[in-house]
Structure formats: structure tokens, C-alpha cells
């Protein structure tokens, strides 16, 4: 039998690069937002019924904690344990968090990496920051001293410009990881401006709070 997954991973990954491009183009997104259509994107042809109840879970969960996750952020942030970012693209940025999430594989889906500051879209703060990663094989523990490519995208205010990766994804790699952080440097790789059009070399570490 032919095994076809390399040819389908081809072709999710020209997919992929088709959604970016659209959902750039309709402009006006904060990062949260442009994040979100990323992930939806991702989902697309996944099992609604199964996406609709994890929203359920996921929002009465949200509702249920939410008053604790804001006390565990403001203690977080006095103890240095929000993580940070900070990048420099047209000019040096530092976020006041950062948090790692790694998402397991699933049947024909790699596993996921996603650094941002912000715990969710409603508590998004400026400067904004998202990136995202594919992961082909192995488990968290396994990233460590790997360089891997990640979709990048860095609002510094309100209602401004995106900086992103367009024409290639940034080089990322995982320098230590331990029970609390995740620590990550970009190792090369460029941003495009919507507003300028201007592309811009961008540099900078991540220190991802685990979950």
C-alpha cells in the first residue's frame, strides 16, 4: 500500500501558508485574533461535535477558574513565574508574560508549540505576541536543543501595524526546558510589516511560564 503521509503533510503545510495569507489580508486583527483564526484554520475537517463540547468544557472551565487564574497571574508576575518576551524587530519589546503551551499529536496532526503573552484573547495586552509551532515527532521533553520553524506574529499597541513571518517562518530554538519554564531564542529569521510593507530581521528569547 502507498503510504501517502508525506504527500499529505505537503499539502497541509501549502494550506497552511494559504490561510496565513488570508487571514493577514483582511487586516484590523489584533494578534489574539489573527491566533485564533490560526488555530481555527488548523481544526478545519476535525470532528465538530467533539470541537463543539470542547468549547463547552473549556468555557465553563474558564468561568469556573477565572477568578483564581487572575490572582495566580498577579502573583505570578511579583514571583517571575509569567515568563516574558522580548524581541527586537524595528525597535527593542518586552511583554510583561509569556505562556508555553504544548499541545500531544493526534491522529494525522502534529504536535503543537505556542508561545504568547497573553493567558487568553480577553487578557491580551500590548506589546502582543504569538508564535506557533509544528512539531513532527517526539514529546515536550524531546524539544530541548532543537531549532524549530514557527509562524511569528508581534503587535506592539493597539490598533497598530503586525509585524509577522510571511515569506518564511522564523528559526526557534529550544535552548532549556524544566517543570516550570520553557526558554527559547530566535536563531534567525525576518518580519513583514502590514502597514510600511517593510520586512525587518528579527531577534530575541522566550521564557514560556508550563501550565
Not at 38 to 50: C, E, L, P, S, Y
Request: glycine share 10%; with cysteine; charged share 15%.
Amino acid at each position: 500500500m502507498r503510504d501517502t503521509s508525506h504527500e499529505l503533510a505537503v499539502l497541509a503545510s501549502l494550506l497552511a501558508v494559504a490561510q496565513l495569507v488570508a487571514i493577514i489580508g483582511c487586516g484590523g486583527k489584533s494578534v489574539s485574533e489573527i491566533a485564533g483564526s490560526i488555530r481555527d484554520a488548523a481544526r478545519q475537517g476535525a470532528d465538530q461535535v467533539t470541537k463543539s463540547v470542547g468549547e463547552a468544557a473549556g468555557q465553563v472551565q474558564q468561568e469556573i477558574t477565572q477568578k483564581a487564574e487572575n490572582v495566580t497571574d498577579a502573583a505570578g508576575g511579583e514571583l517571575g513565574l509569567a515568563g516574558k518576551i522580548e524581541l527586537t524587530v524595528d525597535a527593542p519589546l518586552q511583554t510583561k508574560a509569556c505562556f508555553a503551551r504544548f499541545i500531544p499529536s493526534q491522529v494525522g496532526r502534529p504536535s503543537i508549540l505556542q508561545l504568547q503573552s497573553y493567558r487568553d484573547s480577553q487578557r491580551e495586552s500590548f506589546p502582543s505576541v504569538f508564535a506557533r509551532a509544528q512539531i513532527p515527532t517526539g514529546g515536550l521533553a524531546e524539544l530541548k536543543g532543537q531549532t524549530v520553524a514557527a509562524q511569528l506574529f508581534v503587535q506592539s499597541e493597539s490598533n497598530g501595524p503586525t509585524w509577522y513571518s510571511k515569506s518564511a517562518p522564523v528559526q526557534l530554538k529550544i535552548t532549556a526546558i524544566d517543570s516550570k519554564l520553557l526558554t527559547a531564542e530566535i536563531a534567525g529569521g525576518a518580519l513583514y510589516n502590514t502597514a510600511s510593507g517593510a520586512t525587518q530581521a528579527v531577534k530575541g528569547t522566550f521564557q514560556g511560564a508550563l501550565p
